[in-house]
């Protein structure tokens, strides 16, 4: 006698995910069709793929976790377009068709790289929401094939939630970022092999550096490695040999030296809590001898390596905290630049609320935040930021000078309170902190 499926909820369990995950059979199915009657012309490839995508809703009927049940129940895979998982963790290769295929991506971790793609396709949101940019390169100078000078300028910036399509364009029309607000988030990936017409396939530098970041040679791997043991063993000539080594490079091989370097020097927060070194002069000095070895093509770097400070500084304090606000708040300010633009997206984050409201609600929260064993005075990074900051930063973001802001706190706080607060010094806190120099940048 047959025995019962509901005395086995294990097994109702695999026959609908097995079931469920057909959808993406019949995504592909569609799409091979629908590209074939276009002789697989790649230019019509993003739109047929973010058409069936939309048609498909599977966000609607399975989610994430689905996915990686059926990876695990699977006796074999489809072929593993990256069996390594380079990019997604992991990612997961659903259907494969001669000329495409149809990837889920995880994410664990926010990024910030700006990149473009060798490739074309759609892509559509599973699982969490990401602040999209899509942003411009205008290129002044080409240092070689794999590294190139110019300036970079934002397009548009949204928020994507689950359900939303983008078209993936090959090459410099579709420069962009995803940073995952949500931790996991997964992405649907429809997708071509990388094409020879779209290569280098170069990562972006605010505010003005593209370069290849899969370029690899043997000589200059085995240059870095080299540094890295130096430093790492706190070696006496540390300096002086990779300072040799500088005054000698190419302008490619010096921006990987210098991007080893800013990790070591950047990164020890130990030595720099009990000031032990000043790693800050020690990374100008090597910045000092690559612009004297390449003169005016250098003065890009300290800009570049500035705003990965900037960065890195934002992230260490989206460490500190926990809330979903705030960190909101903080993934905003890494990634976009200007009140307008940061107002905009917290209005689509949260459309019932005035997103200045917001902006000081979160920043006096942040002040308030005290962080344990780190030598910062709150999450904000700010000591004393009290009422009449708060005061001056909601004037700022009003778009009001100095001289009408001062005359007001005169007006609400008195004169004797304004002679005594050193309002200049105020000001240039609030200007000079990482945090609010990207909500007070030009739009």
């Known amino acids: 006698m047959m025995e019962s ?10 026959i609908e995910v097995l079931i469920t995950m057909e959808i993406f059979r019949k995504l592909g199915e569609q799409v091979e069709g629908a590209w074939r009657e276009k002789n697989y012309h790649e230019d019509l490839f993003p ?58 991506y995880f994410w664990l971790e926010g990024t910030t790289a700006v990149h473009q793609h060798s490739f074309c396709g759609a892509f559509q949101v599973l699982m969490g929401s990401s602040i999209h940019s899509w942003y411009d390169f205008e290129r002044t100078e080409s240092v070689n094939t794999f590294t190139e000078i110019g300036s970079m300028n934002l397009k548009q910036c949204e928020l994507l939630q689950v359900g939303d399509v983008q078209e993936i ?13 949500d931790q996991p988030s997964a992405t649907i990936v429809v997708r071509t092999e990388k094409s020879p017409l779209h290569l280098p396939q170069y990562s972006y ?15 200059t791997s085995k240059k870095l490695q080299s540094i890295s043991a130096l430093f790492r063993a706190k070696h006496p000539e540390s300096d002086r040999m990779v300072g040799d080594l500088l005054a000698e490079s190419d302008f490619q091989t010096s921006i990987d030296v210098l991007t080893m370097l800013h990790g070591f020097l950047s990164g020890n927060h130990l030595e720099q809590l009990f000031n032990l070194s000043q790693p800050a002069d020690r990374f100008t000095g090597f910045l000092d001898a690559v612009r004297e070895r390449h003169g005016a093509k250098a003065d890009v770097l300290p800009a570049v390596f500035a705003h990965r400070d900037t960065v890195n500084e934002i992230v260490r304090r989206r460490g500190y905290v926990t809330d979903p606000e705030h960190r909101f708040f903080l993934a905003l300010l890494m990634n976009v630049d200007g009140r307008d633009r940061i107002f905009s997206l917290i209005k689509q984050r ?87 120099k990207p909500l007070l940048a030009s739009n």
């Not at 499926?5 to 695999?14: A, G, N």
């Not at 939309?54 to 990256?82: C, F, G, H, M, N």
């Open 169 to 181: 364009l090959a090459g410099r029309q579709y420069i962009h970022s995803l940073f995952h607000l």
């Open 47 to 104: 739109a047929i793929a973010a058409e069936a995508l939309k048609a498909a809703d599977i966000p609607s009927q399975i989610s994430a976790w689905d996915v990686i049940e059926w990876t695990l129940r699977e006796t074999e895979l489809p072929p593993q377009k990256d069996p390594h998982g380079n990019f997604g963790d992991p990612p997961i290769t659903i259907f494969v068709a001669p000329r495409f295929y149809v990837d889920v």
């Open 205 to 219: 530098h605010k505010p003005s550096l593209a370069a290849d970041p899969f370029f690899s040679h043997e000589t």
């Open 5 to 14: 499926l509901s005395h086995h909820p294990e097994r109702l369990i695999t």
């Open 350 to 436: 949260f459309p019932e609320a005035d997103p200045l409201e917001k902006v000081l609600d979160w920043t006096f929260d942040l002040a308030q935040t005290r962080v344990v064993g780190v030598n910062i005075p709150n999450a904000l990074g700010i000591a004393d930021f009290n009422d009449m900051d708060l005061f001056l930063l909601e004037n700022l973001l009003k778009d009001k000078s100095d001289e009408q802001i001062k005359a007001d706190f005169t007006a609400d706080y008195g004169a004797e309170r304004a002679a005594s607060a050193d309002l200049d010094a105020r000001f240039a806190k609030i200007r000079e902190s990482v945090i609010f």
